[in-house]
């Protein structure tokens, strides 16, 4: 089962997750088609968020979860999709932004279009 682009980025925003970016890997990449990444205020925001996205994806059982044990940073592999979840601090030392620099990103206007 393919979990929704829009449906991963409204669970996102609900859990008021903030300066949620999606990049767009298809064509690019054999192993997933798009990777999130996502701001919490901090490690309990980051740690409840894997829950609550669990929950959600709870008839999907093919999906990994990786964390450090502070859970300042948080990765949620759903297959095509990969979940970046960063605590804001951790994600402006690592800056992993950088990375994708040539890749396209999804505005939100494009996932009400049917992405």
Do not use: C
Request: charged letters at 30%.
């Amino acid at each position: 089962m393919s979990v929704s682009l829009t449906k991963v980025y409204n669970t996102l925003s609900d859990l008021k997750l903030y300066d949620i970016l999606i990049y767009d890997f298809r064509g690019q990449s054999p192993f997933f088609d798009y990777q999130i990444i996502a701001s919490a205020s901090n490690e309990r925001q980051a740690h409840s968020s894997v829950d609550f996205i669990k929950r959600i994806l709870e008839d999907q059982d093919d999906f990994h979860v990786e964390s450090d044990t502070s859970h300042r940073w948080v990765l949620i592999d759903l297959k095509k999709i990969i979940i970046h979840i960063m605590h804001k601090d951790t994600r402006n030392d690592y800056q992993i932004e950088k990375l994708f620099y040539d890749r396209k990103k999804i505005n939100i206007e494009d996932l009400d279009n049917g992405i």
